[in-house]
Nanobody, 115 residues
Framework: QVQLVESGGDLVQPGGSLGLSCAASGILFSRYAMAWYRQTPGKQRELVAG???????NYANFGKGRFTVSRDNAENTVYLQMNSLKPEDTAVYYCFAALGLRQYWGQGTQVTVSS
């Protein structure tokens, strides 16, 4: 059974930082590309950042210079470090794993940026 379990979502003030984690089980983690998406009510889910099995990263424009995605294959975990958070970063953040047609989603974790 594949599970992606996100953690770390919280209420944070504008300008603050937050780190998210996604622990994977039931997959050969090191072979999977991993990504973080986010979604707000009424909007489509959008890519935040991705990291390939080889460690190459890509970011949405809104996250460049503020967000950092990383992975620890020994711990089967992918991370998202978010700095200089803005109110518009408020969303549910989802972890995503993909290897060809095998694609899996986590249940999401709420990030709220507000004073």
């Amino acid at each position: 059974q594949v599970q992606l379990v996100e953690s770390g979502g919280d209420l944070v003030q504008p300008g603050g930082s937050l780190g998210l984690s996604c622990a994977a089980s039931g997959i050969l983690f090191s072979r999977y590309a991993m990504a973080w998406y986010r979604q707000t009510p009424g909007k489509q889910r959008e890519l935040v950042a991705g990291i390939s099995s080889g460690g190459s990263t890509n970011y949405a424009n809104f996250g460049k210079g503020r967000f950092t995605v990383s992975r620890d294959n020994a711990e089967n975990t992918v991370y998202l470090q978010m700095n200089s958070l803005k109110p518009e970063d408020t969303a549910v953040y989802y972890c995503f794993a993909a290897l060809g047609l095998r694609q899996y989603w986590g249940q999401g974790t709420q990030v709220t940026v507000s004073s």
